[in-house]
Nanobody
């Protein structure tokens, strides 16, 4: 199983990026998929999560209204559309996939995810 995250880059404050997470050897829609991020010197935190069949989603308070998570099952891909980016969004972003549909209380916990991508760097300059 491999998860390939891409789409990171450098943008100015207010800019947009779309991250993609493509899976091979595993059907993303069989469980929950999430995006986490880790900034230098900080712990990895959950940014957004989506359940199977584009079910309920979770967003961290810091990104609500700016980020949107979505699935394209035909492409076995999960996206994270990031708009109105801020310098505090600067981090390495990781996609993670679980074999289970995770409920709200568990989807932010890293150990509940079975597969991880390699990370893609997002840098937002002021």
């Amino acid at each position: 199983v491999q998860l390939q995250a891409s789409g990171g880059g450098s943008v100015e404050t207010g800019g947009s990026l779309r991250l993609s997470c493509v899976a091979s050897g595993f059907t993303l829609n069989s469980g929950s998929t999430a995006w986490f991020r880790q900034a230098p010197g900080k712990e990895r935190e959950a940014v957004s999560c989506i359940r199977p069949n584009s079910g309920p989603t979770y967003y961290a308070e810091s990104v609500k209204g700016r980020f949107t998570i979505s699935r394209d099952n035909a492409k076995n891909t999960v996206y994270l559309q990031m708009n109105r980016l801020k310098p505090e969004d600067t981090a390495v972003y990781y996609c993670a996939a679980s074999r289970r549909s995770l409920i709200t209380s568990t989807q932010r916990i890293t150990t509940n995810y079975d597969y991880w991508g390699q990370g893609t760097l997002v840098t937002v300059s002021s």
